[in-house]
C-alpha cells in the first residue's frame, strides 16, 4: 500500500457528520464510515463485506493490503453493526454462503433517524434501565452461546484437516490464530456444512492436475474462488463425457 497522500477521495453525506456523529460512538462511526467506503466510494449502492474485512480489512489476489479495516474486534464490530441497523442507518441482507451485503441508508427520513439514535442512547426511567439490562444479558447469553459454538465447529474443521493425506502438523493449529480466523470466515462466508465436505474432498482434489493444492485453512480461504472455479471447469467437462456416451 503505498504511503503518499493522492487526491483520492470518497464523499461521504454531510447528514453523517452534521446529525449523527455525535450520538454515535467512536466505534459506531468507524464501520459506519467504513461501509460508506466500500459502497459510496466505489460507486455502488451496495456491497457485501465480511466480519474479516471489517475488523482487519480487504487484500488483493497477493495478499496485499488494499485496506486495513477499522481495527475493531470481530465482537465489536456486529455490535455496532446491529447498533446501525437497528437505528436504520444501514440496511444487511444476508445471503446463504455469502458475506453480508450491506446498504447505505442515509436517503431516508432523517428527523426519524436521529429520533431513533436518541432513544437508543437515552435512559430516564428505573424501568428503561431494567430493560436495558435485561437485553443486555439475554444478548450476552446468546453471544456466549454462539461462540462456543463457532469454537467448537473450528475445532472439528481443525480435526479433520488432521488427515495424514491432508497436513500432518494440524495438530498444532488449535492455538494458531492465523488458522482458526481462516476457518471463521470460511464458515461465516460459505457455511459449516459446506465446508466440512470441501475439506474431506481436499486430498482428493489436490491430486487433480491443474488444480490448486490447498494444505490449510488460510490457503482454502485466499484460494476458494480459485478452486471452485477449477472444480466447476472439471464438472463441466465429465457432464459433456456422459452426455456424449448417451447419446
Not at 455490535?79 to 442515509?106: P, Q, S, Y
Not at 436521529?114 to 437508543?120: C, E, F, P, T, Y
Not at 482434489?205 to 491443474?210: A, D, F, Q
Request: charged share 25%; glycine share 4%; aromatic share 6%.
Amino acid at each position: 500500500m503505498s504511503k503518499n497522500l493522492i487526491p483520492n477521495f470518497t464523499q461521504i453525506p454531510n447528514v453523517i457528520f452534521d446529525n449523527f456523529m455525535h450520538l454515535l460512538s467512536g466505534a459506531e462511526m468507524k464501520v459506519l464510515l467504513y461501509i460508506c467506503r466500500r459502497t459510496y466510494g466505489f460507486q455502488k449502492g451496495a456491497d457485501s463485506i465480511s466480519i474479516t474485512q471489517l475488523t482487519k480489512g480487504i487484500k488483493d489476489k497477493e495478499g496485499n493490503h488494499i485496506d486495513m479495516g477499522t481495527g475493531l474486534s470481530n465482537r465489536k464490530v456486529i455490535d455496532c453493526i446491529n447498533k446501525l441497523t437497528e437505528i436504520g442507518l444501514i440496511k444487511t441482507n444476508k445471503v446463504h454462503n455469502r458475506a453480508t451485503k450491506f446498504t447505505m441508508n442515509i436517503g431516508s427520513e432523517v428527523s426519524s433517524l436521529v429520533n431513533k439514535v436518541h432513544l437508543g442512547s437515552e435512559v430516564s426511567s428505573p424501568q428503561l434501565v431494567n430493560k436495558v439490562h435485561t437485553q443486555k444479558k439475554e444478548k450476552e447469553s446468546i453471544q456466549k452461546k454462539d461462540s462456543k459454538e463457532v469454537s467448537l465447529q473450528v475445532s472439528e474443521i481443525i480435526k479433520l484437516f488432521e488427515d495424514e493425506q491432508l497436513n500432518i502438523v494440524a495438530k498444532n493449529w488449535y492455538g494458531n490464530t492465523t488458522q482458526r480466523n481462516a476457518i471463521e470466515e470460511l464458515i461465516e462466508n460459505i457455511g459449516f456444512d459446506r465446508l466440512v465436505k470441501l475439506v474431506k474432498i481436499l486430498p482428493k482434489t489436490n491430486r487433480l492436475e491443474y488444480v490448486s493444492t490447498i494444505t490449510t485453512p488460510y490457503q482454502l480461504l485466499t484460494k476458494f474462488s480459485d478452486l471452485e472455479s477449477q472444480l466447476a471447469k472439471i464438472k463441466t467437462k465429465q457432464d459433456k463425457k456422459i452426455n456424449s456416451v448417451a447419446f
